[in-house]
């Protein structure tokens, strides 16, 4: 098996070819069968189109080691946690897809191109209809796999468009395909853990290689400490107001399952960019400078009395 890397971008039968690596599956002389890292199907090729295209390249042990790992199926998973009971039934379905969604793609860079404007352009052409290229359009990219080519923070737009076929994501969208199925599985756990969430089958816990079954009531909103709860989310439908949405402890750390859990859309906007640790800061920073009545004091020495606790320990 060879590495190779696509020397420009380009759209290959319909399909758009990042700069990632890529490994050669088989070749019989005649017909070059190579596998992108972004991508689930190999592409087929003759070997003249395949030299024009790649040249040889030699990735990094991180890439090599996560080259082949297969996606957690999302069948599998909903096999596997069987039927819901009718009071959660609907959220439970939906969450297993925002599951997959949030853990599998990323949410494209906001310079790129919406892809239903792409799609369009694509219609546009096959029609002749118009004279635009593919080449000569924004960055491509609405919401592709996790494992994408990622486009750096200070990307210049005019640069970066001058490269054929611009797309990918931004870093801090990015996770290895071995970390987005521990992204998957910390999601679906951490579900079960919500206020109202059906219990776990026997077989969705030995699928996900959990110890103990998550128990209802115990997943917890790390900005305000208070339970999630299947109900309000189940509200959300309908109020069109989104209850939670998927936060980081640490924003700069990006995308990994020891950094993500599902927390209340307030909370995460309160949040912002900042980690816990900036946050705590600026509270003790606000309340070093503050005076407070006497309510307020109450309020605040069962707190000041865990942090001295933890501080020592
Ligand atoms: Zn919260």
Redesign the pocket.
């Known amino acids: 098996m060879s590495f190779v890397f696509p020397k420009k971008r380009f759209v290959f039968r319909g399909v758009i070819v990042a700069k990632v690596a890529g490994k050669v599956v088989s070749n019989d002389g005649a017909t070059v069968k190579v596998k992108m890292y972004d991508l689930s199907k190999p592409l087929t090729m003759t070997v003249a189109e395949f030299d024009e295209r790649f040249a040889p390249y030699e990735p990094s042990p991180e890439v090599i080691a996560d080259f082949d790992v297969v996606p957690i199926s999302k069948s599998a998973i909903v096999k596997a946690a069987g039927a819901f009971p009718e009071s959660s039934a609907t959220v439970m379905e939906k969450m297993f897809d925002k599951s997959h969604m949030d853990a599998f793609m990323a949410a494209g860079n906001t310079k790129n191109c919406p892809i239903d404007k792409y799609d369009k352009l694509i219609a546009a052409r096959a029609t002749a209809t118009t004279t635009a290229t593919l080449e000569s359009f924004s960055p491509q990219c609405n919401r592709r796999a996790r494992n994408s080519a990622v486009i750096p923070a200070d990307f210049d737009v005019v640069e970066f468009q001058k490269d054929p076929l611009p797309i990918g994501i931004d870093a801090h969208e990015f996770a290895r395909k071995a970390e987005q199925n521990a992204i998957y599985k910390a999601l679906i756990t951490q579900l079960y853990g919500f206020q109202g969430a059906p219990p776990m089958t026997d077989a969705l816990q030995t699928l996900l290689g959990l110890a103990e079954k998550p128990v209802a009531g115990t997943h917890i909103?790390k900005?305000?400490?208070?339970p999630m709860e299947i109900e309000k989310v189940a509200q959300e439908y309908k109020a069109k107001v989104h209850y939670l949405n998927l936060c980081h402890d640490d924003p700069k750390r990006g995308t990994r399952a020891d950094n993500l859990y599902w927390?209340?859309t307030?909370?995460n906007r309160e949040q912002g960019g900042c980690s816990t640790f900036e946050r705590v800061m600026q509270g003790l920073q606000l309340g070093a400078r503050a005076t407070f009545t006497e309510a307020e004091k109450a309020a605040l020495w069962p707190l000041v009395n865990v942090l001295a606790a933890s501080l020592q320990a």
Do not use: I, Q, V
């Not at 900005?223 to 208070?226: A, G, S």
């Open positions: 909103c900005y305000c400490c208070k927390g209340h307030t909370c």
